[in-house]
Nanobody, 123 residues
Framework: QVQLVESGGGLVQAGGSLRLSCAAS????????MGWFRQAPGKEREFVAC???????YYQDSVKGRFTISRDNAKNTVYLQMNSLKPDDTAVYFC?????????????????WGQGTQVTVSS
């Protein structure tokens, strides 16, 4: 069983940057599809980005050009670099792993989730 732990959230001003980390333990995640999702207060969880084992990535339109997902297989860690942050990016960010490698924007495709890390962007 894989355990995922997110870190790197915090309070940042609009236009600033944060890098989220998702450290995996228990099993290597190099063959899994890894995703980032977020949930703002009163809203449903939404897809942010995912990366497949081959390194291909896919983003929600609102974060394209601002966010970058990456993975370091040697560290068993996935990252989300977030630049040019906006107040609308405020949410709890979750990482998730899909054992079958399919990933994508549907949260139901993912098998295990981290506990989330809060990102707050002030205007």
């Amino acid at each position: 069983q894989v355990q995922l732990v997110e870190s790197g959230g915090g309070l940042v001003q609009a236009g600033g940057s944060l890098r989220l980390s998702c450290a995996a333990s228990g099993r290597t995640v190099s063959s899994y599809a890894m995703g980032w999702f977020r949930q703002a207060p009163g809203k449903e969880r939404e897809f942010v980005a995912c990366m497949w084992s081959a390194g291909t990535s896919y983003y929600q339109d609102s974060v394209k050009g601002r966010f970058t997902i990456s993975r370091d297989n040697a560290k068993n860690t996935v990252y989300l670099q977030m630049n040019s942050l906006k107040p609308d990016d405020t949410a709890v960010y979750f990482c998730a792993a899909d054992y079958h490698g399919l990933g994508g924007r549907q949260s139901a495709m993912y098998d295990v989730w981290g506990q989330g890390t809060q990102v707050t962007v002030s205007s």
